[in-house]
């Protein structure tokens, strides 16, 4: 996969991982910072030179890790 595949596959997966991002968030605003993390990440990943056989899953692992860091983080502010 190279860049300009995995831009085209975000063009139409990136509203379901806004909702995926978002319910996992509970928050519109918050799943969207994260949809941005995925991205970044996942750009960085294919011009890294990351071999990617299920691109879909793939990016939706990547969002779910991003999710979970992101609660994480929100729940350690929560504390201080």
Request: with cysteine; net charge positive; aromatic share 4%.
């Amino acid at each position: 996969m190279n860049r300009a595949t995995l831009e085209a596959m975000l063009v139409g997966l990136r509203p379901r991982l806004h909702r995926y991002c978002a319910r996992m968030a509970g928050s519109v605003i918050d799943g969207e910072d994260i949809v941005q993390e995925v991205l970044i990440k996942a750009l960085q990943a294919i011009d890294g030179g990351a071999m990617v056989e299920r691109p879909e899953q793939w990016l939706f692992r990547i969002a779910h890790n991003a999710a979970q860091d992101h609660l994480r983080r929100r729940n350690r502010k929560g504390r201080a």
